[in-house]
């Protein structure tokens, strides 16, 4: 297990735009969170699953943003008709449930909406 | 709700020496878990520490120390004997007793090392 995956890790996409980004957790862990994170701030949450379930969403989370974990493996993360403030460094972590160590971030996607 | 405050300034430290990044926190859990991470400019975020707030020791892992200070709410980070590749932005995390587990971050520390 080579640990978080993110794909892509860069991406740029036209405002009004749907974008789509890929997170593959490390296989063990139950437990699966995106962050944002914009410049010059640590990450903020978003979202987690706890297997295929998602238990909490932020307020930071609009209409326009969508996850699912369908199998409880790997999650996705949908941003719909994106707008200039979507840009931010987009990280994905796992953990297993009793993890008090054990957070695992990926590398992130990195969006830019122009 | 768990708040994280790293107000530092970014600082420049000399190859070799050694720097504390400041972490101050705010929670009203009693049990609570206290992480740092570093951040270098290729974006991954690479854990170094963690310290419980249970813990009666003080946590090191290799050149990184952790001075928990309870009654002051304070986890600074020590990193000994810096080194070119420390230049980075380092976090102070938290997580709380219930719920998710999620980690509330503070806004980082930069930190650039000189030869």
């Known amino acids: 297990d080579t640990g978080v995956s993110q794909d892509p890790r860069h991406k740029i996409t036209k405002r009004g735009q749907n974008v789509t980004f890929r997170c593959d957790p490390i296989?063990?862990?139950?437990?699966l969170y995106w962050y944002r994170q914009t410049l010059g701030q640590g990450p903020e949450f978003l979202t987690y699953?706890?297997?295929?379930?998602?238990?909490?969403k932020s307020r930071l989370l609009s209409d326009r943003f969508s996850a699912e974990r369908p199998k409880g493996s790997f999650s996705t993360l949908e941003i719909q008709r994106t707008e200039q403030g979507d840009s931010a460094m987009y990280l994905c972590?796992?953990?297993?449930?009793?993890?008090?160590?054990?957070?695992?971030f990926g590398s992130g996607t990195r969006l830019t909406v122009v | 709700a768990q708040k994280i405050t790293q107000t530092q300034p970014g600082m420049f430290v000399q190859e070799k020496e050694a720097v504390t990044l400041d972490c101050t926190y705010d929670?009203?859990?009693?049990?609570?878990?206290l992480f740092w991470y570093k951040q270098p400019s290729s974006g991954e975020m690479i854990f170094l520490i963690y310290?419980?707030?249970?813990?009666?020791q003080n946590a090191t892992e290799g050149r990184y120390s952790l001075n928990f200070q309870k009654a002051r709410k304070s986890a600074n980070l020590v990193i000994s004997a810096s080194q070119l590749g420390d230049s980075a932005m380092y976090f102070c995390?938290?997580?709380?007793?219930?719920?998710?587990?999620?980690?509330?971050f503070g806004k980082g520390n930069q930190v650039v090392v000189i030869p």
């Open positions: 972590a796992s953990s297993l449930i009793s993890g008090s160590y054990g957070y695992t």
């Open positions: 296989s063990e862990h139950n437990r």
């Open positions: 699953f706890q297997n295929e379930a998602q238990l909490e």
């Open positions: 929670t009203s859990d009693q049990s609570y878990g």
């Open positions: 310290q419980g707030s249970y813990d009666e």
């Open positions: 995390a938290m997580r709380g007793t219930y719920g998710n587990n999620r980690l509330a």
